[in-house]
């Protein structure tokens, strides 16, 4: 299976982490191992998948800057930060 991945899958993904582990965060708290799970299921997973992608051979040489990562990579930070600075702003 391969999946391409791009700055929108990557938004998405970051997007889905911020909404969805502030939920979790609480509940899975006092057991460490449903924390870990949940961790990896709800933002580790998901950025692999949507940030570096699936199958699919490094876009840079060895030795080279990935810019095309490192667009994504700001791309999954920026969109995260800014779905928790708009859920944080709404409960004010």
């Known amino acids: 299976m391969t999946l391409t991945p791009s700055p929108l899958t990557a938004a998405l993904a970051g ?5 969805v582990m502030p939920v979790l965060w609480p509940r899975l708290v006092d057991d460490s191992l449903w924390l ?5 299921l709800v933002v580790a997973f998901p950025a692999h998948a949507f940030v570096l992608g699936l199958g699919q051979a490094p876009s840079a040489r060895p030795g ?3 810019k095309a ?4 990579v700001g791309a999954w930070g920026l969109a995260a930060a800014l779905v928790l600075l708009v859920t944080w702003g709404l409960r004010a």
Do not use: C, M
């Open 36 to 40: 870990v799970l949940g961790f990896l």
């Open 64 to 66: 080279t800057l990935d």
């Open 69 to 72: 990562l490192l667009k994504r």
């Open 15 to 19: 997007a889905f982490s911020a909404l």
